[in-house]
């Protein structure tokens, strides 16, 4: 038994909608295909005796013991392996319970899915999930040793992938207000929203955290000054540089008790409290010292800690700081006590749990020798005996809620603090015997103020009331009722996808919104290049979602970035699928028309309530989508007399058909025309019946997001299916005497959508073909076929890529499909696809059509360039054979009553 490929989904996938997170595995079970766990020796003693908590997998059984039930029963490998690695992330902190194992058409090869909560940690667990299992099988047991080591494994996994608390109930707060959010790949920041709405946020600090309030937050000195002249109450304080001056800033500050901390520091680190005597003095100095080249001397304040957070403007919580301490019971010592309190399951290292262990460091044995105790002592019943001088939680201190006692004139000084140092989220410390009454009528003071104050001790306190301080900082970044996402609109199908994105692009461009879309082309904002490339993955939709600048996202969505990784976003606006056919199939366990239905699918499942998902009504395997979706649907259709159509628009659907010659939108009883397709430059003059469908597509996306026809019917007429604008889709070049056509297309069916503009074509036409080399062998003979039908001169070139492939493999099985049609069109094989288009153009004759279906669209239309084309004005033969399918217009907007319902929309009973 052993993994072949392991992929990790982040989002919407074949697998699941609602569960974004799986781990993949292409598990071969090998010599195991074949026998059930009910047939291996002490399989089933083995794994419970590994992992007795499996009896809580209710599994398809439904009860309690379900799983186990199975196992005993008997089931195979890559069930087991889900379940193991499930159970193992969850032993180790991690709650998982979303699995299922799928077995592909390879016998003994499955297709294991199970939930993740961290990438790293899924990833192991599917490793240590097989191990465990073979182990079992080869032995009869797995090692309690390394049961334990993969659980701690694990367990550092998750606590290195942790957020820290403080942003992990931002962004648990940002979640319920449906507000997407992805980490950034720099300084732990974090990016709330989408787009131009987007903000960020690292720690407590977001992306409205002015910098010269931070800089003088993290100035303590200054920090005081600034507060004293705007009569603040603070403590007396001096900065010092050199020891020699140690003597005189403590008679300046009046004398002992005083502190002592660095000028630059920060969770307490290197402060020192209650210093009574010269000796403390001089270490505490050399203490601040190593911290920060400046140290503060301020006179000691006896009271309390306290510490008010303020975000936006207004009091959000207040806390007591309680320093780390252990309570005497009368019999145990005090290494003990604090062992018992570090026990408390709350308590991690550092920030990653709600509070901290208490670690014994020198600052607890000055403070012990001061009270003439030992780790040895036994404290009587009742003392509380101090481990710290700060009230940190960083160094094991805990929280009381204070929110309700604060005293109101405390709250405005609060308040006032953080404006006067322009903080828009600021933990202020206070040091007062009650915070109930003014600091000023019980000699408090303001200690220090925070940029990027710790939010655990308020949402999750050591006694008291919990506060869900993120709230209003999440509301401080997004009022309520403003955005946070960015429209989105992802394309999918089999063939037109490019174009249908360039196009739905160009539509809403009309709107005068910043708009960023990918392609196979490219990764473009407004009229820029970004990055060149085949960029239809989640990976590059992530570039045009984390863009500050881009208001509405046109997204092409591939089979392969669902397949390796899901889909970028969680839900979308618009999901469209144009069409499924016979392609890449066989890859990635995809191997039928159906599985690529389902496949595709996922992007309109992702489609949200409120949005539209857009679906072929002449496609029956992306009609049959509607009953996947829960967004509202709109279908687009050739033929506006389709029952679907008609039952559809007479329910109040929304629809675009081609209708006597126009391009036009159905809602309700409706008729709003947009435009005569013979104006529509994509379309060929009407000559192109998938332009037609493509352009139908887009034209319904941006109608059902509010864009208006006259913005749409100005789209349609200035978009080219040029170099430029779509290259590689249908790009029509006069060369004369004779004209070249460039087309992407690469299966059947983007073959025979092509025929339906070159069969028509009146003169001689000549073929470069051929295909991508891990396309099944069948795909290549029916290429042959189509070739056969549509050309009187075919050339049969391969890719540089041959993907695997022997080289003359693909020709051969695509010269089968040839000899195998019922015409013998006349044949030659040039396998270098330079050579193969130039000696296709070298040979056309007057009034022909050379047709170039290439790997590299660029080579392509570079060697045509070098031919110096004609400008295209619409330089279509109008010869009366060519009279492809093209409808005249009939205008009946005079004929019937109009109302004008949509900006410079006609719309017709």
Known sequence: MRIL?????????????????????????????????????????????????????????????????????????????????????????????????????????????????????????????????????????????????????????WAEAALGPST???????????????????????????????????????????????????????????????????????????????????????????????????????????????????????????????????????????????????VAAVAERVPAHVTGDGHSTIEALIEQTNWDPRRGEGHDNILTRIEINRDTWQLLERKGYSLDTVLPEGEVCYLRATANLSTGGVAIDRTDDIHPQNVWLAQRVAKIIGLDIAGIDVVTSDISHPLRQVDGVVVEVNAAPGFRMHFSPSEGIPHNVAEPLINMLFPPGSPSRIPIIAITGTNGKTTTTRLTAHIFKQTEKVVGYTTTDGIYIGDYLVEPGDTTGPQSAQVILQDPTVELAVLETARGGILRAGLAFDGCDVGIVLNVAADHLGIGDIDTVEDMAHLKSVVVESARPNGYAVLNADDPLVAAMANRVKAQIAYFSMDPEKDLIKTHTQQGGLAAVYENGYLSILKGDWVLRIEPVVNVPLTMMGRAPFMIANALAASLAAFAQGVSIEDIRAALLSFQASADQTPGRMNLFNLGEYHALVDYAHNPASYEALAGFVNNWPGKRIGVVGGPGDRRNEDFVTLGKISAQMFDHIIIKEDDDTRGRPRGEVADWIVRGIEGADVEPYCELILDETEAINTALDKAHSGSLVVILPESVSRAIQLINTRNPLPLTQSIPSHGSFNGMIEKPTDTRNETACEQVCPNSVMSA
Request: charge should be negative; aromatic fraction near 6%.
């Open 5 to 157: 490929k392991t992929l990790t989904l982040r989002g919407p996938n074949y697998w699941s909608i609602r569960h974004q997170k799986l781990i993949v595995l292409r598990l071969d079970l090998e010599e195991l295909a074949e026998t059930p766990s009910s047939k291996i020796p002490d399989f089933y003693q083995g794994l419970v005796e590994s992992l007795p908590t499996l009896i809580e997998h209710h599994c398809s059984p439904g009860c309690r013991g379900g799983f186990l039930t199975r196992v005993r029963e008997g089931t195979y490998m890559g069930h087991i392996v889900e379940h193991v690695a499930l159970e193992l992330q969850t032993l180790a902190g991690m709650p998982v319970d979303f699995g299922r194992p799928r077995e592909t058409s390879t016998c003994g090869i499955y297709q294991v899915v199970f939930q993740y909560l961290d990438d790293q940690a899924g990833r192991y667990a599917g490793r240590a999930a097989v191990r465990l299992c073979r182990s079992i099988v080869e032995t009869g047991c797995y090692p309690l040793e390394e049961l334990e080591k993969d659980i701690d494994d694990l367990r550092q996994l």
């Open 168 to 314: 992990e109930t931002i962004v648990r707060e940002a979640d319920s207000r449906g507000i997407p959010w992805l980490p950034l790949r720099t300084r732990a920041m974090i990016q709330l929203g989408h787009g131009v709405y987007q903000k960020r946020i690292q720690a407590t600090l977001s992306s409205q955290t002015g910098i010269l309030g931070v800089e003088l937050a993290c100035d303590k000195e200054g920090t005081k000054q600034i507060l004293r002249d705007a009569g603040v109450p603070v403590p007396r304080g001096v900065v010092i540089n050199y020891l020699d001056e140690l003597k005189e800033a403590i008679e300046e500050v009046g004398g002992f008790p005083i502190v002592v901390k660095p000028l630059d520091g920060n969770h307490g680190r290197g402060i020192t409290l209650d210093i009574d005597s010269w000796e403390r003095a001089e270490a505490a100095y050399e203490i601040a010292r190593g911290i920060s080249q400046g140290v503060i001397v301020e006179r000691y304040y006896r009271g309390r800690d306290h510490r008010i957070l303020v975000i936006n403007g207004k």
